[in-house]
Structures are given as C-alpha cells and as structure tokens.
T-cell receptor, first 121, second 116 residues
C-alpha cells in the first residue's frame, strides 16, 4: 500500500510552545489530507480537511487559530499546534488521499500515517 | 447526531473461532463507502476492508468479510479463524460522497481480545 509518513513520531514540549507535525505522502500525490486527533481509549476525531493550495476546512469546535494547517504541496501537509497546553496532549494522525486520475489509481483509499504522540508538560 | 455506531466496547473470542463486530451507520447520501480499520497498540491504522454503497456483493479480504445490509444500514465485520494477533482495537468508518466532503468519520471502536 501507499506510504504516509509523519514526523516526529513523538514530541514532548513545555506549555506555551508551538509544535509542528509534518505529514508526507511518499509515493503518491495527495490532493487531500486529513488531520485527526485521538485521546486515549477513544476514537479518531476529524479535526480538519486540507486540499493542496487552499485553506483547510475545520470541523466544528476545532480552533483554526490554534491548529494551523498548511498544505503547501501535493506531498506535504503540516499541523502546527500553537501555544500548546496540557489539554492538547493527544495522538495526532494524518491521512492522505490521492486525487481522481492519480497514478496509483487509489482514489477510494485513504492512507494513514503512523501518528504523532504529543505530550505537553 | 452520531453517524457511526459501534455498540460493543469490548469483545472476547476464542482463538480459531469466528467473531462478528457490529457497526451501524446513518446517512442520507446515496453514495458512501464503509471501512474497517484495525489499530494495534502501536497506534497505526491498518486498513482491513472496504464496501461501497453501490456494491452488490459483500466485500471479502482474506479472513475478513463485511456483512453489508443496506436496508438495515449495518456493516458488520466478520473475522474468521481468529488469531492472537487479531487482538486490537477495531474501528468502523464511513465516508460520504460529495455532500459529505469525502471526509471519513469513525465509530467509537471495539476492542477485541483473542484468547488462547
């Protein structure tokens, strides 16, 4: 299957700092990327959808000024948690989807990254 | 309103036996896709099986099959011949068509324990 990477895989930071998480599609062009967060023993909650070259669409209740998403290229999307606080500690997972007519022909599939565990002290 | 419902927080199954994980969904979009993912303790999401709303036959992938009952809006996952390595969290997910923005939403999950 297609490969989506995330970096870093885990990060510990102090309260008030900003953290950037990268999501890369390694062998296909991802026209759409999704960001999820998952609290312990809970499900994945969609935070936002980003399309390359346009502004992200945030789900209700997600602060766009706190969770900055940039999808500047077809293989890279970044999530920046600004002024992180302990309640932002979570597992963040990105997923990527190839556009219609892509080389992989995997339009129906959504490929997930391995996740980033953020701990804010 | 909750769109994906998994009513079994936890399930136990004896090794080599079959197990069914329940999933019901709610949508008014005629075009949608249903997915099952496995999440082991490492956290990675492993795609298991996909069923499109227009697919006439139930999807199968190796030991996994999806019991798709469209009128009932259910998409249960059947794992045959359970293995110890099947112990994990299982999520049912749905992606709606154009009106849903092609985003995938997840159910609460079912934790499966396979006993030796």
């Amino acid at each position: 299957g297609a490969v989506v990477s995330q970096h870093p895989s885990w990060v510990i930071c102090k309260s008030g700092t900003s953290v950037k998480i990268e999501c890369r599609s390694l062998d296909f062009q991802a026209t759409t990327m999704f960001w999820y967060r998952q609290f312990p023993k809970q499900s994945l909650m969609l935070m936002a959808t980003s399309n390359e070259g346009s502004k992200a669409t945030y789900e209700q209740g997600v602060e766009k000024d706190k969770f900055l998403i940039n999808h500047a290229s077809l293989t890279l999307s970044t999530l920046t948690v600004t002024s992180a606080h302990p309640e932002d500690s979570s597992f963040y997972i990105c997923s990527a989807r190839e556009g219609l007519g892509g080389r992989r022909g995997s339009y129906n599939e959504q490929f997930f990254g391995p996740g980033t565990r953020l701990t804010v002290l | 309103a909750q769109k994906i419902t998994q009513t079994q927080p936890g399930m136990f199954v004896q090794e080599k036996e079959a197990v069914t994980l329940d999933c019901t969904y709610d949508t008014s979009d005629p075009s949608y896709g249903l997915f099952w993912y496995k999440q082991p303790s490492s956290g990675e999401m492993i795609f298991l099986i996909y069923q499109g709303s227009y697919d006439q036959q139930n999807a199968t992938e190796g030991r996994y099959s999806l019991n798709f009952q469209k009128a009932r809006k259910s998409a249960n996952l059947v794992i045959s011949a359970s293995q110890l390595g099947d112990s994990a969290m299982y999520f049912c997910a749905m992606r709606e068509g154009g009106t849903g923005g092609f985003k995938t939403i997840f159910g609460a999950g079912t934790r499966l324990f396979v006993k030796a």
